[in-house]
């Protein structure tokens, strides 16, 4: 494409204007909110498996401490704290998919501190590092893909400085999700999932259910209709069709045995997620071998010249910095292997497993996100891609057992982080492009966004173990894509141990099912058919329990109610009022993460109260480890404040 080429907007920032940007007020408020999105997507990702974007949220919010209480605050320094601040709902989705996995193996009883922050912080930073390359090609050039999120978020940063925020709809959200959450925990008599038993037959019978949970109704509004209907429809395929047709085959069974038989049936979701993946990538190979070849040429020759410009919107951090923190991170994950799986050899295999499928998958995800966004980005598709990639090298160098198991999930975390985190960053640069901001500035503003989450990551997922009796792959916390991970890397690496127990049949049942969809879905995507039949929503529901699947629904159905109230509106006033749910729906979501969190502390205090006082009293080594954490964080942003680069334009 010639730069001539390159598409005209109408940028919110005026050529020449001088405004704050990266200053002290938007790096910690974005840091904060970096840490608390994290907290909270990492307790949805294991109800829901599934998380959201936290963009706009963090946008929101940033208006309502900037421009509300502070009375300061550019449009470029929101901008600042939403691209920091999504960081933490990214990285968690990267990590929670896959280092959950490792308790349910057996590897670990506890979350190793410093492995989850290490596999967080160096992922995360592959993400970013091998995404800016792609910047100009993807988000200038590219008019193909739209990024629909990062348009939304400028949009939103648009009428926060013309018209104020929706920051009462966000908080009121949040108190409404917390306080349900409260009382659902602590409140006697009062359940949070009704069931009921219904029988066929003496000999078949399946259960309805539904989970209380006003977030996952939230995540429901937000995915949309079609998403909703999918993933229940999932469900019922599940409970109402292969349950039922197990038993009829197996009728030495009570219902009170419903859930051992649920935990055979739903590997039908496990081969549906495999193909699922596989067939993502597929469909998108024409836009991710440009994305490939954007990558490892950097740009087009065209558009190499405008890169030489010095103008604030053309600033990518250089490629010296890249190369030079590429081969750091590479070394510093081939020794984070070694330590782990107690053999360099093995590592070594491993280190360059994850670097060809972080290269590669950084650009499909950068890609895929800018066609249909973040929250609906099929990261866990390309993190099956890559523990089969993975299984194939390690093989040929004979690497099997729970060394091979441990391998494939390190390797799959680095890589899920790093696909998660490029999806976020290049949301986030699009809608810099849009309000004008400088590039370098947001990349640095990612960076420091994932080391701050990276440190709350595995004392979070610790709360979340240890509050429930049956810890993480229980009902209240079923990890659905951390279980499948476990189930695929298990049954690739101990076959003949029979350690996994893998129900094949419904792994290869669920993966022709998977086919069939996917090849309806494409004769709907040729019709231009508004209703679709995407796979992996599907197949998140045959693993879900149905419970989920149903509020889920409901979510759904209320975003479709309010489409058909406001239908006769103008196209602005209904993108108006589908913010404000949006808003409200997030503040909800958010409330019941952080009341979750927080009842798994109180629980854990109970516990360890019950255990005596010398219990009660000891101090986790790793909240020195998070402090110390901390420390490190605060030292590289006094270095990059003393910077002059970092400097220029961001004071009046």
Not at 186 to 213: C, P, R
Not at 273 to 280: E, L
Not at 338 to 365: E, N, P
Not at 583 to 591: H, N, Q, T, V, W
Request: charged share 15%; hydrophobic share 50%.
């Amino acid at each position: 494409m010639e730069i001539s080429e390159v598409p005209k907007f109408s940028p919110y920032v005026r050529e020449g204007k001088d405004e704050p940007e990266f200053t002290v007020q938007a790096v910690v408020l974005g840091l904060l909110i970096s840490v608390g999105m994290c907290a909270a997507m990492l307790y949805i990702g294991l109800r829901l498996g599934m998380t959201i974007s936290a963009s706009i949220p963090a946008a929101v919010i940033s208006m309502a401490v900037l421009r509300g209480v502070l009375r300061r605050g550019t449009i470029l320094e929101n901008n600042i704290v939403q691209t920091i601040g999504s960081a933490g709902e990214s990285l968690a989705a990267g990590a929670l998919f896959t280092m959950p996995a490792l308790i349910l193996v057996g590897v670990w009883k506890d979350f190793d501190y410093w492995t989850v922050t290490l596999v967080a912080i160096l992922g995360g930073f592959l993400g970013v590092l091998f995404m800016i390359p792609m910047r100009r090609s993807l988000i200038v050039e590219e008019k193909e893909i739209k990024y629909p999120e990062g348009v939304a978020c400028a949009e939103v940063l648009k009428a926060g400085q013309e018209k104020g925020t929706g920051v009462v709809l966000l908080f009121l959200g949040g108190i409404v999700g917390a306080v349900a959450k409260f009382i659902l925990s602590f409140v006697q008599g009062l359940v949070a999932t009704f069931s009921v038993t219904v029988k066929f037959s003496k000999t078949v019978f399946t259960s309805f259910a539904i989970d209380f949970s006003l977030a996952a109704l939230g995540v429901g509004y937000i995915v949309g209709t079609n998403i909703a209907i999918l993933v229940l429809l999932g469900g019922v395929i599940t409970w109402f069709v292969a349950i039922p047709l197990y038993l009829s085959y197996n009728p030495n069974f009570t219902p009170d045995d419903l859930g051992k038989i649920y935990k055979t049936v739903r590997y039908l979701g496990v081969g549906a997620m495999v193909v699922g993946g596989i067939w993502s990538i597929i469909r998108m190979r024409s836009g991710i071998a440009k994305a490939i070849k954007s990558l490892a040429g950097r740009v087009s020759p065209g558009s190499t010249e405008v890169l030489k410009t010095i103008k604030r919107t053309d600033q990518d951090l250089s490629m010296k910095f890249i190369v030079i923190f590429t081969i750091i991170c590479s070394i510093g994950i081939y020794l984070l292997y070694g330590s782990v799986l107690k053999s360099y050899s093995v590592a070594a295999v491993a280190t360059i497993a994850m670097f060809v499928a972080g290269f590669f998958f950084v650009a499909v995800s950068s890609y895929i996100t800018g066609l249909v966004g973040s929250s609906n980005n099929p990261v866990s598709g390309m993190t099956i891609c890559t523990i089969l990639f993975t299984f194939v090298l390690l093989y040929l160098f004979n690497v099997s057992g729970q060394t091979g198991v441990l391998a494939l999930l390190v390797v799959a975390g680095v890589v899920c982080c790093a696909a998660a985190s490029a999806g976020d960053i290049s949301q986030d640069l699009k809608t810099g492009y849009l309000v004008k901001a400088t590039p370098k500035k947001q990349q640095i503003g990612q960076v420091l966004g994932v080391i701050s989450a990276s440190f709350i990551i595995a004392p979070v997922l610790s709360a979340l173990h240890k509050s429930e009796p049956e810890g993480i792959g229980s009902k209240a916390l079923p990890a659905p894509q951390a279980s499948m991970f476990k189930s695929l890397a298990e049954g690739l690496m101990t076959p003949k141990e029979g350690s996994s127990g893998i129900p094949w049949n419904f792994v290869l049942i669920g993966a022709a099912m998977a086919v069939g969809i996917g090849i309806v879905d494409e004769l709907l995507h040729r019709r231009q058919s508004k209703f679709r039949l995407h796979i992996m929503p599907l197949a998140v529901g045959l693993y879900l329990p149905l419970e989920l699947g149903v509020i889920i629904f409901i979510g759904g159905l209320v975003s479709m109610l309010q489409g058909l109230i406001i239908g006769k509106k103008d196209e602005k006033e209904k993108e108006r009022l589908k913010q404000f749910g949006v808003l409200l729906a997030s503040g909800i979501i958010a409330g019941e993460a952080i009341a979750g969190i927080v009842t798994a502390g109180i629980k854990i205090a109970q516990q360890a109260a019950e255990k005596g006082v010398e219990k009660a009293t000891e101090a986790p080594a790793e909240y020195w480890q998070v402090a110390a954490g901390f420390a490190l964080l605060t030292a590289i942003l006094l270095l990059i404040f003393s910077t002059k680069s970092y400097k220029t334009g961001d004071a009046k």
